[in-house]
């Protein structure tokens, strides 16, 4: 099954390659069953480019994708946060608006300020 006798049987071969981990297996068998070092070169460079590049590019593009998602989820959070906010604050101003100041005219409280500050 692991053989290039065929396009199809190739497209296997480097597939398996691509997805298991015993890349190293196929090549030793294809050196030893050549005799020749040739092999290595191919399965090398295959496995550099489409293992660790091709798979750091997709993972990468995940990544960024999953980043975006994320930083747009917490831009609505923030946005409701701070109109929720902004709501609560314009709330509170009309509700001070519409109670009246206070004035104490008593100079009573101003006795017990002073007695508290002495003691």
Same mark, same amino acid.
């Given at each position: 099954?692991?053989? !290039?006798?065929?396009?199809?049987?190739?497209?296997? $071969?480097? !597939?398996?390659?691509?997805?298991?981990?015993?890349?190293?297996?196929?090549? *030793?068998?294809?050196?030893?069953?050549?005799?020749?070092?040739?092999?290595?070169? *191919? !399965?090398?460079?295959f496995y550099v480019v489409a293992v660790m590049i091709?798979?750091?590019?997709?993972?990468?593009?995940?990544?960024?994708? *999953? $980043?975006?998602?994320?930083?747009?989820?917490?831009? #609505?959070?923030?946005?409701?946060? #701070?109109?929720?906010? *902004?709501?609560?604050?314009m709330q509170g101003l009309q509700h001070n608006s519409? $109670?009246?100041?206070?004035?104490?005219?008593?100079?009573?409280?101003?006795?017990?300020?002073?007695?508290?500050? /002495? /003691?």
């Amino acid at each position: 099954l692991n053989n !290039f006798d065929s396009a199809g049987r190739s497209v296997v $071969t480097l !597939f398996g390659m691509l997805v298991v981990n015993n890349w190293n297996v196929t090549l *030793y068998a294809y050196v030893l069953a050549l005799g020749s070092y040739w092999p290595s070169l *191919y !399965f090398i460079a295959f496995y550099v480019v489409a293992v660790m590049i091709s798979m750091n590019v997709l993972i990468a593009f995940l990544l960024e994708a *999953y $980043t975006v998602q994320s930083a747009k989820h917490m831009g #609505r959070s923030a946005q409701l946060a #701070r109109k929720y906010e *902004y709501r609560i604050l314009m709330q509170g101003l009309q509700h001070n608006s519409n $109670t009246p100041e206070w004035h104490d005219d008593d100079d009573d409280d101003d006795d017990d300020d002073d007695e508290c500050e /002495s /003691s």
